[in-house]
């Protein structure tokens, strides 16, 4: 496949971004899952938390995180992404959105896909990301890899996803985020 062939299934397959790069619904929380080619397969960057923080100490996750006022969640998505990883939001190329997921703590989470020619070299911010993950796309939309449990969570059952790969355990929203990916490009190659 192609580089125009690929870029051409992913769009075709995603939502496409709203006119003027505003997000249908209210987020406050953005997420970018960049995709690239390497070593001959698309590949999703994931990162790990840095072990020192208060919350999700190191858990897999996207770059991203709260929209500041005035701001699009397209534009924190890829500000959030560039303070994590060093990644130039002008080396990303949306591709679209999927929908918001509610995450257990409270958020509301944007996911948007952005494709990269390649991965550059990063510049991690230490004090939020301990390293990084690279995920063949395949591994992650994977059934037979996928997970899911129902655990009681703040008094509701809650259905959770988990996708182990290799030595790494990805759960919670980037789980979620992943699953609904799975399932959108499911149900539109039916």
Do not use: C
């Not at 992913?10 to 505003?22: A, E, H, V």
């Not at 840095?50 to 924190?76: D, N, Y």
């Not at 509610?102 to 550059?120: A, E, H, K, M, Y």
């Not at 182990?164 to 399932?183: C, K, R, T």
């Amino acid at each position: 496949m192609t580089e125009s062939q690929a870029d051409l299934w992913l769009s075709r397959y995603l939502l496409q971004p709203p006119p003027n790069g505003k997000t249908a619904g209210t987020a406050n929380a953005a997420v970018l899952l960049p995709l690239f080619r390497h070593d001959g397969e698309w590949t999703l960057l994931m990162t790990r938390r840095a072990l020192h923080l208060r919350h999700h100490p190191g858990q897999l996750s996207f770059p991203g995180g709260r929209i500041e006022t005035g701001e699009s969640s397209a534009a924190a998505a890829l500000r959030e992404t560039f303070e994590e990883t060093g990644i130039a939001p002008t080396a990303v190329r949306l591709l679209g959105q999927l929908p918001a997921i509610n995450t257990s703590t409270g958020f509301i989470v944007q996911p948007w896909i952005g494709l990269l020619d390649q991965l550059p070299a990063l510049q991690l911010q230490p004090d939020e990301v301990d390293s990084v993950l690279l995920l063949p796309l395949h591994e992650a939309l994977s059934a037979r890899r996928r997970q899911t449990e129902i655990w009681p969570l703040r008094g509701k059952k809650q259905r959770l996803h988990f996708i182990p790969w290799q030595q790494h355990l990805i759960w919670g929203a980037s789980a979620e985020i992943l699953y609904q990916l799975a399932q959108q490009l499911a149900a539109t190659s039916r």
